[in-house]
């Protein structure tokens, strides 16, 4: 018998702002006894959970593992719009004039993550 990943767990310093932060991107759903304070809060999405674990130390680093998103009902620039008005930051843009390529984000702790092209921007 083999492992499965249960969650993926991001250590941050407030658990509950940085899952609310992601329920919001990933459309996912705050376990029902999570609330601001807590310790730790779990986001559930349709592709798998996110566990955030409050920690007294701070990024320091750029992360060593992050997430690829890929939009699903809108264009990748449209995505990208939409996280920044949630507070991510643009961190590198590496969108080419020709239509590939990525934009590096960071959310409201500073975790990086990518916005890749939507599945119908890729089979332009």
């Not at 932060?21 to 592709?47: H, I, K």
């Amino acid at each position: 018998m083999t492992s499965l990943i249960r969650h993926l767990t991001i250590d941050c310093s407030d658990a509950y702002r940085l899952a609310r932060f992601w329920a919001e991107v990933l459309d996912g759903s705050l376990a029902e006894d999570d609330f601001p304070g807590d310790p730790e809060a779990t986001v559930t999405t349709a592709g798998g959970a996110l566990l955030f674990v409050s920690v007294p130390d701070t990024k320091t680093v750029k992360n060593r593992v992050h997430l690829d998103l890929q939009p699903q009902d809108r264009s990748r620039d449209e995505e990208v719009e939409r996280l920044l008005a949630l507070g991510a930051t643009l961190v590198a843009d590496h969108r080419r004039p020709d239509g590939t390529g990525w934009a590096t984000m960071a959310d409201v702790e500073g975790n990086e993550f990518c916005v890749e092209r939507s599945a119908a921007e890729r089979a332009r």
